[in-house]
T-cell receptor, first 112, second 109 residues
């Protein structure tokens, strides 16, 4: 692992199903983030975690939940997927207040 | 509210120079970032400005004026591989990144 790893790369999911997107980093960054990116809307923050054991809501948290049991992992769960959650999901991490973000390669999710 | 504005799309010619502007209104300011994102890929870091002035890094330069809430990214000697979206982002008073929608740059031969 080098940087941030996201899995799966892509997924087609039936509406109503539960899905967890995985994110793992090996840079020992304290802060981690989940974004969704939709055409014309840019990156929108779903949830974030400033340090292990804490999480917070972003701009579009409804329908999503996260956990941060340790520094490396930050999974994103869709409890009951809906078609409006079709998007590209990016996980990112940051090493400090002034640091930029490092992004994973993304998960392309289609809910049908 | 917080807002970051940048043009939706720009077109330039290979070998030329292009300037991508970004204006922002945020609750606090703790730095401005530019990221490059090729289609189907993740954003990658280009530059960081926290003080007024110009930061140069090879063919890319980024300028910041905090009093005007304004930044630009300058790309010189454009190459076809520079075709991508360029994202402007500002860290607000909570140290959260606020993102612009991105500028799609199309390079023509």
């Amino acid at each position: 692992i080098a940087g941030i790893t996201q899995a799966p790369t892509s997924q087609i999911l039936a509406a109503g199903r539960r899905m967890t997107l995985r994110c793992t980093q090996d840079m020992r960054h304290n802060a981690m983030y989940w974004y969704r990116q939709d055409l014309g809307l840019g990156l929108r923050l779903i949830h974030y975690s400033n340090t292990a054991g804490t999480t917070g809501k972003g701009e579009v948290p409804d329908g999503y939940s996260v956990s941060r049991a340790n520094t490396d992992d930050f999974p994103l769960t869709l409890a009951s997927a809906v078609p409006s959650q079709t998007s590209v999901y990016f996980c990112a991490s940051s090493d400090g207040l002034s640091g930029g973000y490092t992004f994973g390669s993304g998960t392309r999710l289609t809910v049908v | 509210g917080q807002n970051i504005d940048q043009p939706t799309e720009m077109t330039a010619t290979e070998g030329a120079i292009v300037q991508i502007n970004c204006t922002y209104q945020t609750s606090g300011f703790n730095g401005l970032f530019w990221y490059q994102q090729h289609a189907g890929e993740a954003p990658t870091f280009l530059s960081y400005n926290v003080l007024d002035g110009l930061e140069e890094k090879g063919r890319f330069s980024s300028f910041l004026s905090r009093s005007k809430g304004y930044s630009y990214l300058l790309l010189k000697e454009l190459q076809m591989k520079d075709s991508a979206s360029y994202l402007c982002a500002v860290k607000d008073s909570n140290y959260q990144l606020i993102w612009g929608a991105g500028t799609k740059l199309i390079i023509k031969p």
